[in-house]
Each structure stands twice: as C-alpha cells, then as structure tokens.
C-alpha cells in the first residue's frame, strides 16, 4: 500500500473581488483587504454561489511573496450554507507582483498560488468536508480568483 496521497478534484470556484482596500505598510508587511462581492461554485453532483460579504485579508510579506487568508460563505443551489477559510501563499518574481497589486492581468505560469481551504458546514449533503484535507491552486485575475480544490485522499 503506497502512504503517497492522492488528489481527487472537488469543485471549481469563481470568486468575484472588488477593489482592494489598501491599509499600506504596518509592522508585519504590506496589509491589503480584498472585498469578495460574489461568484460561483461548481463541484461534483452539486453547484452553488459564493456570497457577498466575505474578504481576502491579504498580507505582502516580501516582493516576491504574499500571504492570503480569506473568509466566505459558499451557498449551494438546495440553500446550504458552507464557511469557507482559505489560507494560501502566491510567490512571483517581483515585478510580476507589483503588476498583482496594481491589478493589472499576468500569466498564470509566473506564479505560484497553492492554497489550503477548511469548511465549516451542518448541511448534511456536505458535513463529510469537514473531515477531510483539502489543497487547491488558484489564478488571480484582475477582477476575480479563479480556484479548484481537491481532497487529498
């Protein structure tokens, strides 16, 4: 028996973002807050919104690095309501960083963006995501975060 994890795609999500709200340079780094105004979710036998009110509370450590920790509500198509916390790093060369920041679109191929989603959930379809390990890739887009996540099996 292999102990090697194996990955198994678990939903597709498309998160919609306003404007950062730029803090500026405080003690532990650049302090961005990310507005999430929507989206949508699209998973195995089952599909949803994301909904607005949540937020990326993002924090640019260096020129190549930030850290991302973002809080939303996903809601499927039956009303159920799943908390979601992302934790994610996204590492680029420095002037493809600074192009991130003022929201301008790059390459994908230039950035590394791997994430480590937790949900929080009593709808009893999806209570089973609450005790399992899930990663996820990402692509920031200048007006969206296009995500897939997968449980590590």
Partial sequence: MSHTPQLKHFAELTVKVDAPQEIGHAQHGQRRVIPITGGSVEGHG???KVLPG??????I???RMADLDAHYVLET???ELIYVHNRAIRVAAPEITER???GEPVDPAEIYF???PTFETDAPSMRWI?????IGTGIRRPDRV?????EVL
């Fill in 146 to 150: 296009e995500m897939h996540f997968y």
């Fill in 114 to 116: 791997r994430c480590h």
């Fill in 46 to 48: 089952w599909s949803g």
């Fill in 130 to 134: 609450t005790e399992r390990m899930f």
């Fill in 77 to 79: 198509s039956e009303g």
């Fill in 54 to 59: 949540g937020a990326d509370y993002q924090l």
């Fill in 100 to 102: 991130l920041i003022k």
């Fill in 61 to 63: 450590l260096t020129p």
